[in-house]
Each structure stands twice: as C-alpha cells, then as structure tokens.
Nanobody, 118 residues
Framework: QVQLQESGPGLVKPSQTLSLTCTVS??????????WSWIRQPPGKGLEWMGA???????YYSPSLKSRTSISRDTSKNQFSLQLSSVTPEDTAVYYC??????????WGKGTLVTVSS
C-alpha cells in the first residue's frame, strides 16, 4: 500500500517561500504511471489542485498558481517537493500530497497545516 507523508514548516512569513516535501513509501515515484500531486484546502474552502509531477519528471501546474509554484523531486529519497513563493495570508491552508491527478486520487497524505503570518 502506498503511503504519503507531508513535512515542512507550519508557519511561514508573508513574502517568503513555502516549502513542503512529500515522502512516499510502498511505491516508486519513478516507475508508477500515476502523477504525484499537491493539493491544498484553505480554511472553510474547497480543495484546490496546485500541480503535479509525473513519473518521468514532467511537471504540470494550476494556471492560477503557475507563476509562484515549483514542484521537484528527489528520486534517491522517493520524495517530491512543493515550493510556493511570495506567500500571503491567503495561502494559509492544509496542504496535501497525493498519488493521482485530474480529480482522481488513489492515496493521500494526512495533510499539514501551513499558516502564513508575521
């Protein structure tokens, strides 16, 4: 069974860069044909897909976040990471990593709350 675990700071200051890592176990991010996504949910709002990295390293981003988002991977550690630059309090959310994309996800991490505040 695939398991995902998000990690990173829970508090980021405005204008800084939010950085999170997802560690995957029970499956390889390089041999599985599924994409690996980052999704977030601001307080009181719905889920928002942010972007994904495919098994071959190709990346895809939400048009609304593309200018601030970067997704990368470390294949030696079976991890993929999210960086979101120039954050504001509106970027406060629970951030999830998941296997899958286009609204169809097989496995999710538990999520991590990131608060943007000075």
């Amino acid at each position: 069974q695939v398991q995902l675990q998000e990690s990173g700071p829970g508090l980021v200051k405005p204008s800084q860069t939010l950085s999170l890592t997802c560690t995957v176990s029970g499956g390889s991010i390089t041999t599985n044909n599924y994409p690996w996504s980052w999704i977030r949910q601001p307080p009181g709002k719905g889920l928002e897909w942010m972007g994904a990295i495919a098994y071959d390293g190709s990346t895809y981003y939400s048009p609304s976040l593309k200018s601030r988002t970067s997704i990368s991977r470390d294949t030696s550690k079976n991890q993929f990471s999210l960086q979101l630059s120039s954050v504001t309090p509106e970027d406060t959310a629970v951030y999830y990593c998941a296997q899958g994309g286009l609204g169809a996800y097989d496995y999710w991490g538990k999520g991590t709350l990131v608060t943007v505040s000075s």
